[in-house]
Nanobody
Framework: VQLQASGGGLVQPGGSLRLSCAAR????????IGWFRQAPGKEREGISCISSSDGYTYYVDSVKGRSTISRDNAKKMLYLQMNSLEPEDTAVYYC???????????????????WGQGTQVTVSS
């Protein structure tokens, strides 16, 4: 199982980024998959995830309304469109997948077994 995240970079406050994650080696539609981020000195945080069963999407409150997660099972890709970026969004962003996460813990990184390498997002003027 391999996940590879890309699309990070330096962006000004108020700008946008689209993160991509390529999934290889498993049937992606049978896994919950999501985006997590970790800023220096902070715990890894689940910011947006999609369940495997019904496509339910989760967003952490801090990105709700300005981010959209989507998956393309045919291409085995996961995306995160982030708009109105803020300096507080600065972090390393990871995509991750899980075959065992329970519905109520969709955003809990401890239930995810497969991780991409991370892509740095820096929001600064």
């Amino acid at each position: 199982v391999q996940l590879q995240a890309s699309g990070g970079g330096l962006v000004q406050p108020g700008g946008s980024l689209r993160l991509s994650c390529a999934a290889r080696g498993f049937t992606s539609d049978s896994y919950a998959i999501g985006w997590f981020r970790q800023a220096p000195g902070k715990e890894r945080e689940g910011i947006s995830c999609i369940s495997s069963s019904d496509g339910y999407t989760y967003y952490v409150d801090s990105v709700k309304g300005r981010s959209t997660i989507s998956r393309d099972n045919a291409k085995k890709m996961l995306y995160l469109q982030m708009n109105s970026l803020e300096p507080e969004d600065t972090a390393v962003y990871y995509c991750a997948a899980s075959s065992r996460v329970i519905y109520s813990s969709l955003s809990d990184f401890r239930f995810y077994d497969y991780w991409g390498q991370g892509t740095q997002v820096t929001v600064s003027s």
